[in-house]
């Protein structure tokens, strides 16, 4: 059976196929933040003729999540990081926490890994082997669900397991980093993407953080230029808008309540499982995740069918919190639908 990695976001498809612009559709599948930052760029003055420095950019990222200079590396995206880690672990033998983030599965097939799937949902505590590669998205997607993990983090240390942990949806969180776990064990790798949080998905910046020496060999496969010039100049503009990150928290908390309460009240749902992110996953009740679809496309709003997600089935969506405006319409929507 063909594996699909699909996902949320293809507005242009969806658009193409109701026949609509591109701005009339309501994404509701795509879990970048709708709140953007402000920026003070005018990039028809940026000078692009020579060959990009990094410097100002690592020391951006490195004050942002309080790290040392030498503890990170920069990629060309969250994705692109993935696949540079799982060219160049010495295990090949990997435990994916699941449901999750896709690229893992992809890059794991990719490079041809043994890959064993622990339903986190049931089996969290599972035995893992020795020296294998760990993988645990935290907040995990598409749930949103946060784990204090520093039990699992012991029992990895323990069997000295390369560790992988994704942050990328931390930042819409107040929970800490397993950054703290640096100085002590080496062979901790945590990812990234400024992208979900800074809402910009078409700007390509993910993040490594690990330790010194670690770093130092992920380089040595890295290319010397692989981040444009428009990309790092918007990530050091969002990053100086101070209040972005207070109010960025402030209004996707408001607004995700009212989408749990607009949801809440739809004959269709069954359960929404509680997230400490910018979406939640939703159990459907007496219609599958392409049926649902299929009556919301009228009113041009798109969601996540969670199917191809390991340990879901079509019974599974992701809806993402998004602007009052557009969770008024969803909530027109699913009053009116007649079924």
């Not at 709140?35 to 950019?57: A, G, M, V």
């Not at 290319?223 to 428009?230: A, E, L, N, R, T």
């Not at 939703?282 to 191809?308: G, T, W």
Request: include cysteine.
């Amino acid at each position: 059976m063909e594996i699909s990695f699909a996902h949320g976001g293809d507005v242009k498809s969806f658009a193409k196929e109701l026949n609509c612009f591109m701005e009339e559709v309501i994404d509701l599948s795509s879990n970048i933040n709708f709140i953007k930052p402000d920026i003070d760029i005018d990039f028809n003055k940026l000078d692009i003729s020579s060959y990009p420095s990094y410097d100002e950019l690592y020391l951006c990222i490195s004050n942002l999540y309080n790290v040392e200079l030498n503890q990170l590396e920069l990629f060309n995206g969250g994705s692109s990081a993935i696949f540079s880690l799982f060219r160049t672990f010495d295990t090949k033998h990997c435990y994916i926490y699941s449901p999750a983030y896709l690229e893992y599965k992809k890059a794991a097939i990719k490079f041809d890994y043994t890959i064993d799937y622990i339903n986190r949902f049931v089996e969290i505590e599972k035995d893992v082997l020795p020296n294998s590669l760990v993988v645990f998205v935290n907040p995990s997607t598409p749930d949103g669900t946060f784990y204090d993990i520093d039990k699992l983090m012991n029992i990895w240390i323990e069997k000295n397991c390369t560790i992988l942990i994704d942050e990328s949806f931390l930042d819409f969180t107040s929970f800490k980093s397993v950054t703290k776990y640096l100085d002590t064990y080496d062979k901790l790798y945590i990812l990234k993407s400024l992208t979900k949080f800074y809402s910009s998905a078409g700007i390509r910046l993910g993040t490594i953080i690990s330790s010194k020496n670690n770093i130092e060999k992920l380089k040595e496969f890295e290319p010397m230029w692989k981040i444009s010039q428009f990309d790092q100049e918007y990530i050091k503009s969002v990053t100086k808008d101070k209040n972005f990150i207070k109010i960025s928290k402030a209004i996707n908390i408001r607004n995700k309540e009212l989408l749990i309460d607009v949801l809440n009240k739809s004959k269709y749902i069954s359960h929404i499982l509680p997230s400490s992110a910018n979406y939640v996953l939703v159990q459907l009740k007496n219609i599958n995740a392409n049926e649902f679809q299929e009556l919301l496309k009228p009113y041009k709003i798109m969601i996540r069918d969670c199917s191809n997600f390991d340990f879901l089935d079509d019974s599974f969506i992701r809806v993402a919190v998004k602007s009052e405006k557009y969770l008024n319409k969803l909530k027109i929507a699913l009053e009116s639908i007649k079924k």
